[in-house]
């Protein structure tokens, strides 16, 4: 126990900083990988987060602090932006390249980040260059807090869609084709949920393609959640023969009224109330359909889905719900947008309403207006620009930057207007005022529809029209319920005006949504400065790269993820950190200091405790033993499809009935009712059934041989029957359920069990399981890799829960259902729930025996190893202060070199011409007589005297000065300039 509670203890100081005491964490663990798929009918690679495209969604509430720890098993850097979520005082965790330096494929890095008072439906993506085109995207649902009601009634389910265009060419081909000057061309098709069109049309849609079902309930009313995760394609988005009620867009709630279609632009998310009001006479279509693109492509770019109640009486047939009535007509979408407004009465994340906060009473302190133009070429590259620069993204990244000050990363000259020059690549950023209120105005000169995004912040949209913006523009401004969301589409040849405070202190991306003219460099950021608190806390796992790669070495937490206190290079280079320091310097002087952290105490400690350790580690390796070791992984795709189980399923009803009185199931459900992953598959497709009379009453059996993990799970239904006039009571149950790894019948698991009427009964009460409710029994299955059995892999079952049907509790009511025909029945069904989420890895490993026992009673080894960790700490310290010390004694030594040369120079021009002004004893400034210096300056003068030279009598005096004598480590310490460590 003491070693278990140091190691808890250990994890937690690893963990992340909270976000803020008191709130809820959730937490979740991604791998990105590529996945096989081909949702248009073309295999390729798509990006997917544990196996799963679209990936997991993050589902929490308001306050909430949630934590992703990605491990990226691309073959490329990765990093994962959080779509409308502000980041409030957590710039470093917004996951764009001006912000972080990007995950290395086969690293990871846990991004911490808390929910202030957001509510509403956003989307996750990687925002690295392209990725999203290749899929990694994902739901961010945010929840009201319940002492928050929501402005309209509860709906009845949740429906999440991802629509979107898509190319069947991958997102490295893409980007070739981008930089090699050629533009990207009209998508593929348009993909609802990472799934193709329903064959709505043999002409247009070839057969083959799996399509999205979305299953609901006659009568009930779902929010359908709808997010544009493509490309540049803007979308329409309709139901058949449904209204959709919006209500909700970006986290704000809006004024409620009723679409038959939306246009839905690239990075937009909308929520919306539909009810299941038609007769159900067909299933219905689901439409996302292209806008703005040529005639010829819109049947190729309009994806299908289903809606099918749970009554439908046939499938759905006839052509789709009309789209608007002109293809490129913009005048019908600038006028819904101008549409959607604030709900200001509704509450958001706080109890106040949302229309508490006047926008339109601030007085706006900087104005922006942002011009694009149709991609260029710059340099001889292809290249899109704002105000006519196309921002580049430096090697280190701007926040990164701005702490450490590192000079030439960044220029705080963007432009304010067009500038009417030649374009240029740069890097060039907004400076922003903190807590003022901003302008921007998007001038769209480009041909295309472009969205808008900001990072950091919900602005208002208070106006957009067609033609040029002009200072009379401000006139048509909505300054009261204008809409506050993150992404705004901008339509060719007009304008869009955005107002926003700027109270959330760091340097936020301000990007166009279209992944291809993002790409090219139609993006720039806004530095937002605190001066009081800029909030650049580095968290401890942060990525170095670029100019300040160097420091990740020294970054106290691996961005691989493991956390390493003491490093072994540092023992290497630094052996005499646990004695008396030395170095030389000089002619072979000593120069002494002695530590100040570690004494020679601590150093004497730290020596005995490593040897005793080693002497434990000997003696583990003497006495070592073998145990069985359970360890459990997150399971990914591949894993699961490597079990390959034999599952044999047998339940007796303990009663007097036969298999002659069974109705033989024929299907079996798969998924959960209610929900778009519910399926109802005939039973032959994965069960052979069976049933035999035994002594006890009728057997079910249910075989499946080489079944893999399902992702879904399975529900199988049947009944006994009572014969006319013989009635026959169920006493019970007896089950038995094994799985062995198909081709193995060497190992086996298996569940069995018993469950009587008699365990539910007291001295006067009788209870069966006769009625027309069904009795459930819900078994586990869970994944087991033996590693010490040669990687068998089998599936574990356990029994989870019992749930009794109808019942009876006296023998007046027994004796009454059995003479009633309707009671008659014996419902029974096999809920199979797979846990599909982790793997438990067994092997057989070696462990000590008494050591063990004595760390469990005493806590001994424990407490070392917290020494252990102490002294480590102390002892990084110390050599970060020794580095230090080695930079000044380098200087000390440098300076000691030159007097040593200087002094070798005065002694050759000494010897040679004797100038007395080089002996700085002598002060008389004369030349000696006979010296060389004396010649020259008698021929110099026109004297004719022959030229005396120096005979070996000569007698030169000794010129050179006494050695300095040992120089003070402390005054040698104060002859320096400071060194950069310090």
């Known amino acids: ?503 959330n202190a760091g340097i936020w991306n301000l990007r166009v949504q279209n992944l291809d003219t993002w790409y090219l460099g139609q993006e720039v950021y806004i530095n937002v400065v605190n001066p009081e608190d800029n909030g650049s806390t580095l968290p401890d796992n942060a990525i170095f790269c670029g100019a300040l790669s160097s420091l990740q070495k020294f970054a106290g937490r691996d961005p691989r993820g493991e956390t390493r206190l003491f490093r072994a290079r540092y023992w290497v280079s630094r052996l005499d950190c646990l004695f008396d320091n030395s170095h030389w310097a000089g002619d072979q002087q000593v120069l002494r200091k002695r530590k100040t952290e570690l004494g020679g105490t601590c150093s004497m400690a730290s020596l005995i405790l490593f040897t005793g350790l080693l002497t434990v580690l000997l003696y583990q390796a003497i006495k070592r033993r073998s145990i069985e070791m359970h360890r459990v992984k997150p399971a990914n795709a591949p894993d699961l499809l490597s079990f390959v189980n034999d599952l044999e399923f047998h339940i007796t009803t303990v009663s007097g009935m036969s298999c002659a009185q069974a109705v033989a199931p024929s299907t079996f459900a798969m998924g959960t009712a209610g929900s778009t992953d519910f399926r109802v598959v005939p039973l032959p497709t994965l069960f052979t059934y069976s049933c035999a009379n035994t002594s006890q009453g009728p057997s079910i059996t249910l075989k499946c041989n080489g079944c893999r993990m399902p992702p879904r799970d399975h529900f199988v239904s049947w009944q006994f029957v009572d014969l006319q006039g013989q009635p026959a009571a169920a006493v019970g149950f007896q089950f038995n359920l094994t799985a062995r790894q198909h081709g193995n019948n060497k190992h086996v698991s298996f569940v069995s069990g018993t469950v009587k009427s008699d365990g539910y009964a007291d001295d006067s009460k009788l209870r069966t399981f006769r009625g027309q409710e069904s009795n459930v029994l819900k078994i586990q299955l869970f994944p087991q890799m033996y590693n010490n059995l040669g990687n068998l892999r089998i599936l574990q079952p356990l029994v989870q829960d019992f749930t009794q049907g109808s019942a009876f509790f006296d023998v007046g009511s027994l004796n009454a259902s059995l003479q009633n025909p309707r009671d008659g029945v014996v419902n029974t069904t096999l809920y199979v729930s797979y846990l599909s989420d982790y793997i438990v890895e067994i092997s057989n490993e070696s462990v000590v025996g008494p050591v063990s026992l004595l760390a469990s009673i005493g806590g001994l080894y424990a407490f070392s190893v917290a020494i252990c960790l102490c002294l480590m700490t102390q002892c990084e310290a110390r050599i970060k202060k020794l580095r230090d010390e080695d930079t000044r004694m380098l200087t000390i030594l440098s300076k000691q070199r030159a007097r040593r040369n200087w002094d070798k120079v005065r002694k050759f021009v000494m010897y040679t011409w004797c100038p007395s002004n080089l002996d700085p004893t002598d002060k008389s400034g004369q030349q000696p007589e006979g010296s060389a210096m004396d010649s020259l300056h008698r021929t110099f003068h026109k004297r004719r005297e022959p030229i005396r030279q120096a005979t070996s009598d000569v007698s030169i005096p000794n010129r050179v000065p006494a050695d300095m004598g040992a120089t003070d480590i402390e005054r040698a310490a104060e002859m320096q300039l400071p060194s950069s460590s310090r």
């Open 1 to 503: 126990m003491p070693l278990l509670l140091l190691l808890l203890l250990l994890l937690q100081a690893a963990s992340p900083a909270p976000a803020r005491a008191g709130d809820p964490y959730a937490y979740y663990d991604w791998e990105v990988s590529y996945v096989s798929a081909q949702p248009l009918g073309v295999k390729q690679k798509v990006i997917g987060i544990n196996g799963q495209f679209p990936g997991p969604p993050l589902n929490v509430t308001t306050n909430w602090n949630v934590v992703v720890n990605v491990r990226n098993a691309l073959d490329e850097p990765l990093l994962l932006t959080w779509n409308g979520v502000q980041q409030r005082k957590t710039a470093w965790q917004d996951g764009v390249l001006g912000t972080n330096c990007a995950i290395p494929a086969g690293w990871n890095w846990t991004y911490t980040f808390q929910v202030k008072d957001q509510v509403g439906s956003f989307f996750y993506f990687p925002s690295t260059p392209l990725h999203r085109t290749a899929g990694g995207y994902g739901a961010i649902t945010i929840n009201n807090r319940d002492v928050i009601p929501i402005p309209f009634g509860f709906p009845d389910g949740d429906i999440t869609l991802f629509i979107g265009d898509w190319y069947n060419r991958g997102h490295k081909e893409l980007r070739r084709a981008l930089d090699g000057g050629n533009l990207l061309g009209a998508p593929d098709g348009v993909l609802i949920n990472g799934l193709g069109p329903y064959q709505y049309n043999e002409s247009v849609v070839p057969p083959g393609i799996v399509y999205e079902r979305i299953n609901v309930e006659p009568g009930k009313t779902y929010r359908f959640r709808v997010h544009n995760v493509g490309v540049s394609t803007s979308l329409n988005f309709r139901i058949q023969n449904h209204n959709l009620l919006l209500v909700e867009t970006e986290g704000s709630y809006t004024s409620q009224q009723n679409y038959t279609n939306l246009d839905i632009h690239v990075g937009q998310s909308y929520s919306f109330l539909v009810t299941m009001d038609q007769n159900a006479s067909t299933d219905y279509y689901v439409v996302a359909s292209a806008r703005f693109v040529d005639a010829a492509v819109v049947d190729k770019l309009t994806g299908v889905a289903i809606l099918h109640y749970s009554n439908s009486q046939g499938p759905a047939s006839g052509p789709l719900p009309d789209p608007p009535n002109d293809q490129y007509d913009t005048a019908f979408s600038i006028n819904q947008a101008r549409s959607i407004r604030w709900n200001v009465t509704a509450s958001g994340a706080r109890p106040n309403p949302q229309g508490s906060f006047h926008y339109g009473d601030i007085t706006v302190t900087d104005v922006y207006l942002l011009q694009s133009r149709p991609p260029e070429l710059i340099d001889g590259k292809l290249r899109s620009t704002l105000n006519e620069i196309s921002y580049i993204a430096p090697s280190t990244p701007l926040v990164l930057a701005q702490l450490f000050n590192v000079p030439g990363v960044y220029k705080l000259d963007f432009p304010n207007h067009p500038m009417n020059r030649l374009p240029k690549v740069d890097t060039s950023i907004i400076n922003g005022t903190y807590k003022g209120f901003m302008e921007i105005i998007f001038q769209n000169n480009a041909t295309t529809v472009q969205s808008y995004h900001l990072d950091g912040y919900a602005f208002f949209v208070v106006g957009m029209d067609y033609g040029l913006w002009t200072e009379n523009s401000r006139g048509t401004y909505n300054k009261w319920d204008g809409v506050a969301r993150s992404t705004i589409q901008v339509f060719p040849g007009a304008w869009t005006a955005i107002l926003v405070f700027l109270d």
